[in-house]
């Protein structure tokens, strides 16, 4: 456990040295900053519409497919180029202790973003009354879809050296399993394919009810097993890779 | 001590190890040596468990810890100094040196003093507080060789470890290895001939995947005194003097050299050449043994390096 929590400081430390890091944290700011300011002047004083516009609509999602794989595009693809992968791995430490520590600091980086958002809602909660348990659970979504896509980045890193490469795969699949959803107007309501679809659309194991507080089981349990499939496989990856 | 027994490891297609054998005794330094491309960084990726050999291996031992049953616990005996140590440029040596500590498995009580104490080992206790990125080749070179101290190993592995060290530093390295010699197993990959000739009790040669030699000093310095090429100048123009110098007994080779023929023997010919030229009449300008030398052996041994 110590060793995890050395590597992921580590990488976390890393990633705060980075320009890129630097750069997306003021891309998200000012871009979501908007959103919010947009999404304020629109709901016309409602916060609970203002929480499922801030966490639920297209920026959100936007911002949630190109995020993750832009965090960890460099995890695994540049230990591997610049040789030092090779030094961590061969210290002793299992391949999903590296993974899992990977996965961990573009996760924690990925909701200290989102945690810099904190302060509008403190901001707005000394004029209105601001649902404290719909924000929660709003931001339960966010840690649990981040978790998923922090893990497709992760997998993406893994399998090849470079860095874009990596951010292009990581979005692809992510787009994936975003578009996924929408394929559901090609069929009639009550049609058996779109059960087939709802189990694999991102969008429908987040949907609406987190944004509005109606907390449900299935989505910690879909986005779960979701990022541990992707870690195991991303596990996977780089034994194959490496021996 | 290292073990290895039929070790072989494939790129795809191309057959990089052909199932070499070789042994590195407790205590020992021995330096493994052979042109690029011949398998070394290979060799020595395969003991540090980053690359898996081919099935067929039957055997890696490390510190009596089998390492294809055991690869993890295997890691634990090994330090390793790679051919470049890619280090991150952001950290602080000693933040660096902690974090490799504590992936060793290092207690946290006791990372304070094994630093010091690595550190020291290779004189770079100064720069314990600066920046990774301001820090020298040199340096650079010493934190890999600390890094690879943490723990204390019974073995260590060192890929080319004095490349970019000023003389000073290379005189150093050589007290530091002085040292460890004895307690550890040292297995010194270098190109630099003449170092593993000061430093190393054992030598092991590698061309195209194959050992192609395994000797301990004595056995190598006793090689070296008796081969080596003679060179020999005669004032005579007969076309016969090249089958006349190959008839000699020892003699292996005979190759125009200038004026003069180079012999390659597996004794000192000297004499026979001497009483060879009374009985042909001929007249010698030059009549001189240049000793064999591990680098001649090298040249002897290997074949040209095919660059991976």
């Known amino acids: 456990m110590s060793r995890i929590i050395s590597l992921t400081r580590r990488d976390l430390l890393s990633l705060f040295v980075s320009p890129v890091a630097w750069t997306i944290i003021f891309v998200f700011l000012l871009v979501m900053g908007l959103t919010f300011h947009l999404s304020l002047l629109g709901v016309d004083g ?24 832009l965090v960890s595009m460099r995890a695994l693809a540049e230990e591997r180029r610049l040789g030092s992968l090779e030094m961590l791995m061969t210290t002793g430490v299992s391949d999903s202790s590296v993974v899992f520590s990977k996965w961990l600091a573009t996760w924690v980086f990925f909701l200290l973003l989102w945690i810099c958002l904190l302060p509008l809602w403190g901001l707005l909660s000394t004029v209105g009354r601001v649902d404290v348990g719909v924000l929660f659970s709003a931001y339960l979504g966010v840690a649990m879809v981040g978790a998923g896509f922090c893990a497709t980045g992760i997998l993406a890193s893994a399998v090849t050296s470079h860095p874009l490469a990596s951010a292009g795969l990581a979005t692809a699949m992510n787009m994936g399993l975003f578009l996924i959803h929408w394929l559901r107007f090609l069929y009639q309501p009550g049609d058996l394919e779109l059960r087939w679809i709802d189990h694999f659309s991102a969008v429908h194991h987040l949907g609406d009810e987190l944004t509005r507080g109606i907390f449900d089981l299935r989505i910690p349990i879909w986005w779960g097993t979701f990022t541990i499939l992707m870690l195991f496989v991303t596990t996977k990856v780089l034994e194959r890779r490496r021996w | 001590m290292i073990e290895v027994e039929s070790l072989s490891l494939s790129f795809g297609s191309r057959r990089a190890l052909e199932a070499i054998s070789f042994q590195v005794p407790s205590g020992s330094v ?81 990372i304070s003093s094994e630093l010091s104490r690595v550190l020291q080992e290779v004189d770079a206790s100064d720069v314990g507080r600066r920046r990774i990125g301001t820090l020298s080749q040199g340096y650079r070179q010493r934190i890999g060789l600390a890094d690879a101290l943490i723990g204390n190993p019974p073995v260590l592995l060192l890929d080319e470890p004095t490349r970019g060290l000023d003389p000073r530093q290379v005189t150093h390295f050589r007290q530091l290895l002085d040292r460890l010699r004895g307690d550890h197993t040292i297995l010194l990959s270098s190109h630099v001939l003449g170092e593993v000739e000061q430093i190393c009790d054992r030598i092991c040669m590698i061309s195209e995947g194959r050992i192609c030699l395994e000797e301990d000093r004595d056995a190598w310095t006793e090689r070296l005194a008796t081969a080596g090429s003679i060179r020999v100048e005669i004032a005579a123009d007969n076309p016969a003097i090249k089958s006349d110098l190959e008839a000699i007994s020892g003699v292996r080779d005979v190759v125009a050299d200038g ?47 095919v660059a991976t």
């Open chain 2, 259 to 305: 004026s003069g023929w180079l012999l390659t023997s597996d004794s000192d010919v000297r004499q026979q050449i001497g009483t060879l030229a009374r009985e042909k009449d001929w007249t010698i300008l030059e009549l001189r043994r240049d000793p064999a030398t591990l680098e001649s052996l090298f040249l002897q041994l290997t074949v040209s390096g």
């Open chain 2, 30 to 110: 021995t330096g493994f040596l052979g042109p690029n491309g011949a398998g070394k960084t290979t060799t020595l990726r395969v003991l540090t468990t980053w690359l898996l050999p081919d099935p067929g291996t039957t055997r890696v031992v490390v510190d009596g810890v089998d390492l294809l049953r055991d690869p993890r616990r295997a890691c634990g005996r090994i330090g390793s100094v790679l051919e470049t140590v890619p280090l991150p440029s952001e950290l602080r040596v000693c933040e660096y040196l902690q974090l490799r500590a504590s992936l060793k498995g290092i207690p946290r009580a006791s």
């Open chain 1, 46 to 69: 409602d916060l609970r519409q203002l929480v499922a516009a801030t966490y639920g609509g297209l920026v959100f999602w936007f911002m949630m497919l190109v995020i993750p794989p």
